[in-house]
């Protein structure tokens, strides 16, 4: 039911934000060239917010951008060197730099290219290798920062007292430790869990803090890391090279010839073995866009809500003040629901992730002994 409703509301949102751009009218006697100057786009204020970037935007006053810039780190093909500097230095896409530039609009939006000595795109250029340091690398970066703190403070205090009940921070993670490898390692993969727990408490970790702390509405927190598919990939890639090198004989066995299916299904045409190879693949890609889908959603959905302030405040001042208040109780309901969610994904991530080890390991002793 809670899906149900998160895709309605994505469905109905979109459908408002992403109409024409509406003019937001300074005062009543704005002339309608500076109306036509300001405009508020509902669709590029959320795409601008859950999309990555090489700033940290902190708020706009005005035309005045308060932000922090991030290193940029590139390798220029062209002219066959490193460079490394602040992205204060485009000036937010409006400068080049070093015959370099950001593009802020169209298809290559938030890449960085090669530009000629007027300024204009080299389209017969290569694209610069970006090893930047990016808004959900750096969120990311604090995730780490903050998991290790955690954890080291944790091992301190079970180190200085082993015998001792748990505190602090040891009585809210040793629960969650003990739930993951109850509750979701030992009955899905069995007497081999032990094997996989680090990998299983690394990722529920890490999709849970980063969760959180995407919530934060300003820095450190607010960055989109789940919700960005990048990250989801290589995590879902992460369980598919574990399950992959961690499948045994009968794993194998079962993919290639599955036992109990009728011989017409593999013969001439080998039907079921196609089906099963496909399934190895899809079972990552299921991981990578849940968990990416129904995070992107909650920034989606709250987004808008706040963006319904500016639709209705463009139409008259009380429309704003008025649907504001809507707008924001809508929001604060949505952030204490994806407080659930935040548990919910990564739980889900790691329990399907556990299956998946469990049927590459498990043992099939009732076919050897039929």
Known sequence: MIEFNKQLCIFLILVVLFALPVSIPASEDTTQHAVNEEKFNPGEFIIDHILDAHEWHIATIGHTHISIPL?????????????????????????????????????????????????????????????SITKNVLQIFIIIGLLLWVFLSVAKYYKENPSAPPRRLAS???PLVLFIRDDIALPS??????????????????????????????????????????VTMVLALFTFAMTTFSGNKSYWMHIVNAPGVPWWLKIPIPLMPIIELIGVFTKPFVLM??????????????????????????????????????????????TLLELLVAFIQAYVFTLLSAIYFGMAVEEHHHENTH
């Open 71 to 131: 290193p940029i780190i590139v390798y220029s093909y062209k002219q066959k060197q490193w460079h490394v500097f602040l992205s204060n230095k485009f000036h937010h896409g409006h400068q080049s730099y070093n015959g370099l530039a950001l593009i802020t609009e169209g298809e290559l939006k938030g890449k960085i290219v090669e530009v000629d000595e007027l300024g204009n795109i080299d389209i017969h250029a290569q694209l610069p290798l970006d090893l």
């Open 172 to 174: 809210w993670v040793e």
């Open 189 to 230: 993969i069995g007497h081999k869990a032990y094997k996989f727990m680090p990998y299983l408490l690394t990722v529920f970790f890490f999709i849970f803090f980063a969760n959180l702390i995407g919530l934060i509405p300003v820095f450190p927190g607010g960055a989109n890391v789940t919700g960005n598919i990048a």
């Open 289 to 334: 866009v849940r968990l990416f889908a129904n995070i992107a959603a909650g920034h989606i959905i709250a987004l808008g809500f706040f963006s319904l302030i500016f639709i209705f405040g463009s139409m008259h001042w009380a429309g704003g003040y008025g649907i504001s208040i809507l707008s924001v109780s809508f929001a604060i309901f949505m």
